[in-house]
């Protein structure tokens, strides 16, 4: 059984037990966390698919870490002029181990 669901604007193929990166999700370690935006489920025989969103599903998981990724710099220039600034970003990363992929109806 696999679902398609949506978090922080992005798509994720997902199955049960699978770890998860997913854009910052509130929550501390430990808790529990329910993914409402299921596009799509599979299991085995049949595939239901929403539009855009199934009604009945829902993905649980629980928050295993939360970690900053990989640092990014902007630079910003202006020529002749000697404007030039430097900004940088960190990525705030949630990781979750999907627990079930539910379907009701």
Same mark, same amino acid.
């Given at each position: 059984?696999?679902?398609?669901? !949506?978090?922080?604007? !992005?798509?994720?193929?997902?199955?049960?037990?699978?770890?998860?990166?997913?854009?910052? *999700?509130?929550?501390?370690?430990?808790?529990? %966390?329910?993914?409402?935006? %299921?596009?799509? #489920?599979?299991?085995?025989?049949?595939?239901? %698919?929403?539009?855009?969103?199934?009604?009945?599903?829902? %993905? $649980?998981?629980? *928050?295993?870490? $939360?970690?900053?990724?990989?640092? *990014?710099?902007?630079? !910003?220039?202006?020529?002749? !002029?000697?404007?030039?600034?430097?900004?940088?970003?960190?990525?705030? =990363?949630? =990781?979750?181990? #999907?627990?079930?992929?539910?379907?009701?109806?």
């Amino acid at each position: 059984m696999y679902a398609v669901v !949506k978090s922080g604007g !992005k798509e994720y193929k997902i199955s049960k037990g699978d770890l998860l990166r997913v854009e910052k *999700i509130p929550g501390n370690v430990g808790d529990e %966390v329910t993914l409402k935006d %299921v596009l799509m #489920v599979s299991d085995g025989d049949q595939v239901h %698919v929403g539009t855009p969103l199934l009604p009945n599903a829902v %993905v $649980t998981g629980e *928050i295993v870490q $939360t970690v900053k990724g990989k640092k *990014i710099l902007i630079y !910003k220039m202006k020529r002749r !002029k000697n404007y030039r600034r430097t900004k940088g970003h960190r990525q705030t =990363y949630t =990781y979750i181990r #999907v627990k079930e992929i539910g379907l009701a109806g």
